[in-house]
């Protein structure tokens, strides 16, 4: 992946985060500096000429997998957890929109009084009026993560790439907090993701990513500029591809 400043590697994007990335040092909640941090660095890439959309998943205030795990019924944990979702995307919508970045919060599950309903043509619309797109509430399924959501409409949005943020600077064979001989991988294939188990995202993202050949960047949502430096060329990542 070569670019310059002028000429981002890449035109339109999926930023996928964790609902835990919204929570900085906390251990529940959002934390506002947090988010005003990360709506900064979307609006960097923004301001380079690239249109982005984000999907952020729900994990730092109600995970569904979690709550029915404890005994809830599965359905409704999991429509609790495309709530919570919701919530974190006006969030990260008025951090940007501090910023002067025009937003929309789009959500699979209609609830016209605070954001819009999820139509294609008019997300795609919004991408192309330089507007920072949020899709919220997941598939509007139960038993889907936001990786899913975020694949799908990446695909659905003609994103050239998902970017997905994390706390390290891409993919490793082993947890390199736990193990100091992790290694990271530059480039990885779909079919290795999905045999060595390597969570990147969960098998039916993979999956569909693989059977549309979208890319998929990993990269340390903690390095300031991080994701800048990556369209711009340059930077430390792993690229999910099809073949090596």
């Not at 997998?65 to 599965?74: C, F, I, K, V």
């Not at 045999?195 to 390095?223: T, Y």
């Not at 800048?228 to 930077?235: N, V």
């Amino acid at each position: 992946m070569l670019s310059d400043a002028s000429h981002p590697v890449y035109s339109r994007v999926m930023l996928k985060i964790s609902g835990e990335a919204l929570m900085g040092d906390q251990g529940f909640g959002l934390h506002p500096p947090t988010v005003q941090r990360i709506a900064a660095e979307v609006k960097s890439v923004r301001d380079m000429g690239v249109e982005v959309c984000m999907v952020i998943g729900g994990g730092n205030i109600f995970r569904g997998l979690a709550g029915s795990a404890q005994g809830m019924e599965r359905t409704t944990a999991d429509y609790m957890g495309m709530l919570a979702t919701v919530m974190n995307a006006l969030a990260m919508q008025s951090a940007l929109e501090q910023l002067g970045v025009f937003t929309r919060v789009i959500s699979a599950i209609p609830m016209d009084q605070v954001c819009e309903p999820y139509i294609r043509r008019r997300a795609v619309r919004h991408l192309e009026k330089k507007r920072v797109v949020i899709f919220a509430a997941g598939t509007g399924n139960p038993y889907f993560t936001t990786d899913t959501a975020a694949t799908l409409r990446a695909n659905e949005m003609a994103c050239e790439a998902i970017f997905k943020g994390t706390k390290v600077d891409g993919v490793y064979d082993k947890d390199p907090k736990k193990h100091s001989d992790a290694k990271r991988y530059d480039v990885v294939t779909y079919d290795e993701v999905l045999q060595q188990h390597l969570g990147v995202m969960d098998a039916s993202a993979i999956a569909l990513a693989r059977d549309n050949d979208l890319p998929i960047i990993v990269f340390s949502l903690d390095e300031p500029g991080g994701f800048k430096g990556i369209l711009a060329g340059r930077g430390t990542y792993t690229r999910v591809v099809d073949k090596i």
